[in-house]
């Protein structure tokens, strides 16, 4: 873009901005390139560049991501918001408690570089948790991985475990009624093929190729969480 047009450019961004009284939270610096436009926030003096979606309709207010200025309902409360993250709250539970967006929360703790005092395997911990507690509830289509269970209870977990591969060593029958499985068909079949851990992960047993054993999916089912003796005393 050459002086003359970027000189156009400028001239129009800034009537714009007038006409849409966004002066009365920030000051218009200038047009740059790539449709970037700077401005200074009159409430804490931070400069960055915004794009123009503003002046084309696609945003409805301009808002400093430093201070929350520009912002018709929590600006005033971003300290409040950031003193309740750095005691120790994550960014979900602040969102949650102030009903804000997620990412909003995000910028406000990477621009001022606040902390909860969390590391990051607390995290990824907890976060775990919740997805193993998300994925055990009835109706979840979503159920973790054998291998996920078992590493987030810090079990063996090896991978490359295929109900193919495990027919490919075991044959096709059931280990636990001696019975063919029928691998061609509806997977949700009774009769189809699935992985059983002959110590279930539930009981300390980890997803390996020594705790695994073809069953049938009703037998898998029966079986449930039960062990050696409890399974056998219960087919009595």
Not at 50 to 58: E, I
Not at 145 to 169: C, D, N, Q, V, W
Not at 181 to 194: E, H, M, R
Not at 211 to 221: E, S, T
Request: net charge positive; hydrophobic share 30%; glycine share 10%.
């Amino acid at each position: 873009m050459n002086d003359k047009r970027r000189q156009q450019a400028d001239d129009k961004y800034r009537r714009m901005f007038y006409e849409l009284g966004l002066d009365d939270n920030f000051e218009y610096i200038g047009f740059e390139k790539k449709d970037l436009i700077w401005f200074r926030c009159k409430k804490c003096g931070a400069e960055a560049p915004r794009g123009n979606d503003v002046f084309k309709g696609r945003q409805t207010k301009l808002l400093c991501k430093n201070c929350g200025n520009g912002m018709k309902k929590f600006s005033p409360e971003v300290e409040e918001i950031l003193a309740f993250y750095t005691a120790g709250h994550t960014v979900t539970e602040t969102s949650e408690k102030f009903g804000i967006e997620k990412s909003t929360v995000n910028n406000w703790v990477k621009v001022r570089r606040a902390t909860n005092g969390r590391t990051f395997e607390q995290g990824a911990t907890e976060s775990n948790q919740k997805r193993a507690a998300e994925a055990s509830w009835p109706g979840n289509k979503h159920k973790l991985s054998h291998y996920s269970r078992a590493k987030m209870r810090g079990l063996p977990a090896e991978e490359g475990i295929t109900l193919k591969k495990l027919i490919e060593r075991d044959g096709i029958h059931c280990a636990i009624c001696g019975l063919p499985c029928f691998y061609d068909g509806d997977y949700l079949a009774a009769l189809y093929p699935s992985i059983d851990h002959i110590v279930p992960i539930s009981k300390g047993g980890g997803h390996t190729w020594a705790n695994v054993q073809l069953a049938h999916r009703i037998c898998n089912m029966k079986k449930s969480n039960l062990v050696g003796k409890e399974w056998n005393n219960g087919n009595d």
